[in-house]
């Protein structure tokens, strides 16, 4: 892992929204669209990235009912993957929705997911259920993974 110092957390706005699909498009085989991802900006919504001298490199985007969370994207550039920018990203996540009186946090992930999946089980994700065949592949569909961490 790489020295997070380096790197900041900010605020997201949608002015923010290219960035954020240029990301999603490099990353995910079934990205969001720029309009669903400028739909995340309303007062249910908390959008935050990872920076690197004014470079958006990561972002996530949670929202929050009441005291529900629930993580709906998170998302490092491929080349700025495996230096520890997703697990900044979720402790910051986790630490703000908890200081915003939230409870738990909720996501889900596509079972192929290694990565994200181990990402969740570090900071003390479980498992609660699933979503069969929820997902679209290349060749199918896939298995949605429920996890969820009380806060």
């Known amino acids: 892992m790489h ?8 605020v997201l706005s949608l002015d923010d929204v290219a960035a954020m699909a240029n990301i999603e498009n490099q990353a995910h085989s079934h990205p969001w669209t720029e309009a669903g991802l400028a739909d995340c900006f309303s007062p249910l ?3 935050i990235g990872v920076m690197q001298q004014g470079e958006l490199l990561g972002f996530a985007i949670v929202q929050q009912i009441i005291d529900e969370a629930t993580l709906l994207d998170i998302c490092v550039a491929p080349a700025h993957q495996g230096q520890g920018l997703g697990l900044l990203l979720i402790r910051h996540l986790l630490n703000t929705a908890k200081h915003a009186d939230a409870v738990v946090m909720m996501l889900e992930v596509r079972e192929s997911n290694l990565a994200a999946k181990g990402l969740y089980e570090k900071v003390g994700f479980n498992e609660s259920g699933r979503r069969k065949n929820y997902y679209q592949t290349i060749d199918g569909n896939e298995d949605a993974i429920l996890m969820d961490k009380t806060l």
Do not use: D, L, V
């Open 3 to 10: 020295n997070t110092e380096a790197y900041s957390i900010s």
């Open 45 to 47: 919504y908390r959008a």
